[in-house]
């Protein structure tokens, strides 16, 4: 009969002309049948949870724990993986980047391109199709003009950009008024983001209306954009004509469009490569160009072409996030799901003993193995289900905590990204696969005079190996997890504390507006004279900025040398503000008609100087200060003015009165927050019109770790949960056990054993496991540590401590959880134990 139904319902399938009305009463027989089978399922499901309540409830709440990490990781790498995806281009995008080859073997990576390389290629290279320059993160103080005498001042912006049309045909934006066409065609023209318009101008409607930057150029607004995207790295939020460089900086403008040396951070050439080019073929024409105009010179410059889609990755040229430590989050989400998962297997196993009789009567009554396999997979199924529902609240309730623990700003819908519920769905086939299968498959074999005799393959080796095989596994993701938090954290705490060779304490960073430049030396007075402040210099930066200036030198008599040497510029109260330290020679003075340079100790090396003493006095010219000739008249002891991802570079210090843009002051006293409030009183007495803002500078510093800190957060969130999923698993595992040996445990107990004794023979087994678990967990824990620090020029040691401490937390956890219930379960009257089946 069963042959004639499958035959009457191909027949309908394949032949729609053929059908009759017999064979359409078997379809709906068929599905009639099979939704009465899945509701059979899931009520029988449903029974044997809520009867199994305890080792239910820690599946599903383990089960949870886990998917809900997964699921706040999954946004976490998402949301870092659609940065500046969205644009139209994005696959034929490139940002030129240098790596500059140092004659002592060692490579600076530069994130700048000289502007003169931009028109260059355009005009020689035929596989560009398009050029976009962009000098970003400038700072101009800014004003609305209303043709009054009194222009409204807002504070120094530092968040402009300078360019023009070609950027806008590269990049997407949302254009609310005007349009990239003709909105930055002319000299004193700028576009401004919707939410900067409403700062300066109370509505959106601004296109015409005008803008002073700097208090003497008056830029007309040409367009309105949407606000910036949070998945991009772009972020300015205001756009000034390329052609207003000229009138901004005529100097610098004139020296950076025509000097192919002149390289700074903040110079971003972009290519848009047709469709069919090779990137090497641009990389291997460019290094043609460098070659014919730099002559031997050129080998030094190598400049790539970044992919749009690696701009967000790469360390070396400022990168927010590493590919790597998105993998890592990537398969912790992973590792914390596999362990719950090992904890559904290992007790639904652990259980077929309780559930022989069932089995065994299900086979008796005419029940198949595919109608078992269903019914556990079913019940898999629910239990997922429940678990990936009890998640969402999990990620509901937490993650504004959890935002403001790790600083984020991950939002939480259920179809906020797109990927969301396909992720979940995912999660839930490969549970239901990895946690529900081998449960289901070993139960649905057995066979029923064997089930119902309790003759059952749990208890087989094979079935034991697999256990603790899974066990060993979960234990090995755990210390693993332990492993790394602990290692991440050292070298976190190591980055923070290290010496870079400066005093970053007790500095504030305050932006000086180039009108008001020609107030600093009454304002330093103002300063210095209030009993809070220490020491006042005027600066281009801190010492360790963001910011970075570089050119080449010529020392002595020798010609210009063949690398780069980053510039830092201060007045001659930079050394002393900064905590600076002068080895040889002295500081230098700030005097207009005589140049005085300091230089670091890894420059003196470059210069194969045998000491420091030996250049002193020496002739000296920096190309980035417009060829400033002077002489060398200290040298002092190397510091770091980037992260310590990068290794030391060679530095020349040196005064620029046109350059400085900070004030950094050093206070002093018990209270900071009263030195503050002093250096805002003399700001206020000196530039009234100006808003006073500032920074710490061990703010700014630790902001270069941040995402350090992220990594060690999350990791050690991810550890802690899945040390509590492991824990759940061997706390159901053990009360399984000593379920089945309660007869066991009676009869030891009436030949005389000691609660201690029968907790030893309880828990002996698991600490192996442990202890196995470590030894595999150890080597790989210090195999991804090492290939993690390895990003950093500058890192800890691995300590063998860590290791050993990670042994002694897993032992002592696995020794309480299985303690527990073991002497919970010595402590039971040995009557009551022989009296159980």
């Known amino acids: 009969m069963d042959y004639i139904h499958r035959y009457c319902y191909f027949n309908l399938l394949t032949n729609v002309k053929n059908y009759n009305l017999t064979a359409i009463v078997l379809i709906l027989w068929h599905q009639t049948k099979a939704a009465l089978m899945l509701k059979t399922y899931l009520k029988i499901a449903f029974r044997n949870l809520v009867k199994h309540r305890f080792y239910s409830s820690i599946n599903?709440?383990?089960?949870?724990?886990?998917?809900?990490?997964?699921?706040?990781?999954?946004?976490?790498?998402?949301?870092?993986?659609?940065?500046?995806?969205?644009?139209?281009?994005?696959?034929?995008?490139?940002?030129?980047?240098?790596e500059m080859h140092i004659p002592d073997g060692t490579i600076s990576y530069e994130k700048g391109a000289p502007m003169v390389l931009a028109n260059t290629v355009k005009a020689q290279v035929p596989q560009v199709k398009n050029v976009a320059m962009l000098l970003g993160d400038r700072s101009f103080s800014i004003a609305v003009n209303n043709n009054t005498a009194h222009p409204k001042l807002f504070a120094e912006h530092e968040n402009i950009a300078l360019t023009d049309k070609h950027w806008f045909e590269l990049f997407d934006y949302t254009w609310e008024q005007g349009n990239y066409a003709g909105a930055l065609n002319e000299p004193n023209t700028a576009v401004i983001t919707s939410n900067l318009a409403r700062k300066y101008f109370g509505s959106t409607n601004v296109v015409g209306k005008t803008l002073l930057v700097n208090s003497n150029l008056p830029v007309k607004i040409t367009g309105v954009l949407a606000q910036n995207k949070p998945n991009t790295d772009f972020r300015a939020d205001m756009f000034i004509s390329l052609a207003s460089f000229e009138q901004?900086?005529?100097?610098?403008?004139?020296?950076?469009?025509?000097?192919?040396?002149?390289?700074?951070?903040?110079?971003?050439?972009?290519?848009?490569?047709?469709?069919?080019?090779?990137?090497?073929?641009?990389?291997?024409?460019?290094?043609?160009?460098?070659?014919?105009?730099?002559?031997?010179?050129?080998?030094?410059?190598?400049?790539?072409l970044l992919p749009l889609r690696e701009w967000h990755f790469d360390a070396r040229y400022a990168g927010v996030i590493q590919r790597p430590l998105l993998v890592i989050l990537s398969l912790t989400g992973l590792l914390l799901?596999?362990?719950?998962?090992?904890?559904?297997?290992?007790?639904?196993?652990?259980?077929?003993?309780?559930?022989?009789?069932?089995?065994?009567?299900?086979?008796?009554?005419?029940?198949?193995?595919?109608g078992i396999f269903n019914q556990f997979i079913t019940e898999t199924s629910l239990i997922a289900f429940v678990a990936i529902a009890l998640s969402l609240l999990w990620v509901t309730l937490f993650l504004p905590v959890l935002n403001s623990w790790l600083g984020t700003n991950l939002t939480y819908s259920?179809?906020?990204?797109?990927?969301?519920?396909?992720?979940?769905?995912?999660?839930?086939?490969?549970?239901?696969?990895?946690?529900?299968?081998?449960?289901?498959?070993?139960?649905?074999?057995?066979?029923?005079?064997?089930?119902?005799?309790?003759?059952?393959?749990?208890?087989?080796?094979?079935?034991?190996?697999?256990?603790?095989?899974?066990?060993?596994?979960?234990n090995i993701i755990a210390q693993v997890l332990i492993i790394c938090t602990v290692l991440i954290t050292l070298q976190t705490k190591f980055l923070k504390t290290a010496d870079t060779g400066f005093d970053k304490s007790a500095i504030v960073m305050v932006p000086i507006p180039d009108k008001a430049k020609a107030k600093t030396d009454y304002m330093r007075n103002l300063m210095l004279s209030k009993p809070g402040v220490k020491s006042v210099s005027y600066c281009y930066e801190a010492a360790m900025g963001v910011s970075q200036k570089g050119g080449s030198i010529k020392y002595d008599t020798r010609d210009w040398e063949k690398y780069t040497v980053f510039t830092v510029i201060g007045d001659a109260d930079y050394t002393k503000t900064f905590g600076l330290k002068i080895i040889a020679g002295k500081n230098y003075a700030e005097n207009d008609s005589t140049k005085q340079f300091l230089v670091n100790e890894k420059l003196v090396k470059m210069l194969g100087a045998k000491s420091p003493d030996d250049?002193?006095?020496?002739?000296?010219?920096?190309?980035?200060?417009?060829?400033?000739?002077?002489?060398?008249?200290?040298?002092?002891?190397?510091?770091?003015?980037?992260?310590?991802?990068?290794?030391?570079?060679?530095?020349?210090?040196?005064?620029?009165?046109?350059?400085?843009?900070?004030?950094?002051?050093?206070?002093?006293?018990?209270?900071?927050?009263?030195?503050?409030?002093?250096?805002?009183d003399a700001w206020k007495a000196v530039y009234p019109d100006y808003a006073f803002e500032y920074r710490f500078l061990d703010e700014q510093v630790a902001g270069f770790y941040k995402k350090e800190e992220l990594l060690n957060k999350l990791v050690t969130a991810s550890a802690g949960v899945a040390i509590l999923i492991s824990c759940l698993g061997l706390l159901g595992l053990i009360s399984l056990i000593t379920t089945q040996r309660t007869k066991e445990i009676g009869i030891r107990k009436v030949l005389g054993a000691s609660i201690t004794q029968i907790t030893a023979l309880l828990s002996k087994d698991f600490l192996k496991l442990v202890m196995l678990s470590l030894l595999i967990a150890t080597p790989a824990g210090w195999l991804i540590m090492h290939s993690w620090l390895q990003n950093f020029a500058y890192h800890i040691k691995v300590p063998l401590w860590v290791f050993a401490a990670t042994a002694a937390v897993s032992v002592v956890i696995a020794l309480v959880v299985t303690s527990v219930q073991s002497v919970k379960a010595a402590v039971v009257n040995p009557v009551k134990s022989l009296r159980s089946e």
Not at 337 to 355: E, G, H, L
Not at 425 to 440: K, Q, R, S, T
Not at 622 to 631: F, I, M, R
């Open 615 to 680: 250049v002193i006095g020496r002739k000296f010219t920096s190309g980035d200060l417009n060829n400033a000739e002077g002489t060398i008249v200290g040298v002092v002891k190397d510091f770091h003015s980037k992260s310590l991802y990068n290794a030391m570079e060679p530095q020349l210090i040196s005064t620029g009165r046109d350059y400085y843009r900070y004030a950094a002051v050093k206070l002093s006293g018990k209270s900071l927050s009263a030195g503050i409030d002093q250096v805002r």
């Open 337 to 370: 799901i596999v362990i719950a998962c090992v904890n559904f297997i290992n007790m639904a196993t652990a259980q077929s003993t309780k559930r022989a009789k069932e089995i065994g009567t299900r086979k008796v009554l005419g029940s198949t193995p595919a």
């Open 60 to 98: 599903i709440f383990g089960l949870s724990l886990g998917i809900a990490c997964s699921i706040i990781l999954f946004q976490f790498v998402t949301y870092h993986l659609s940065f500046d995806t969205y644009h139209r281009n994005a696959k034929q995008i490139y940002r030129v980047v240098d």
């Open 414 to 474: 259920m179809f906020s990204i797109w990927q969301l519920p396909l992720y979940l769905l995912a999660v839930f086939i490969i549970v239901v696969l990895a946690a529900g299968f081998y449960p289901a498959m070993i139960l649905s074999r057995f066979k029923p005079i064997d089930a119902l005799k309790n003759q059952l393959i749990s208890g087989t080796k094979s079935s034991q190996f697999t256990r603790k095989g899974l066990i060993v596994a979960q």
């Open 248 to 304: 901004l900086n005529p100097d610098m403008a004139k020296q950076m469009r025509n000097e192919w040396y002149f390289i700074n951070s903040h110079t971003n050439i972009f290519f848009q490569l047709n469709d069919n080019a090779s990137p090497k073929a641009v990389e291997s024409a460019i290094s043609g160009i460098i070659k014919k105009v730099l002559g031997n010179d050129g080998g030094f410059y190598h400049y790539k």
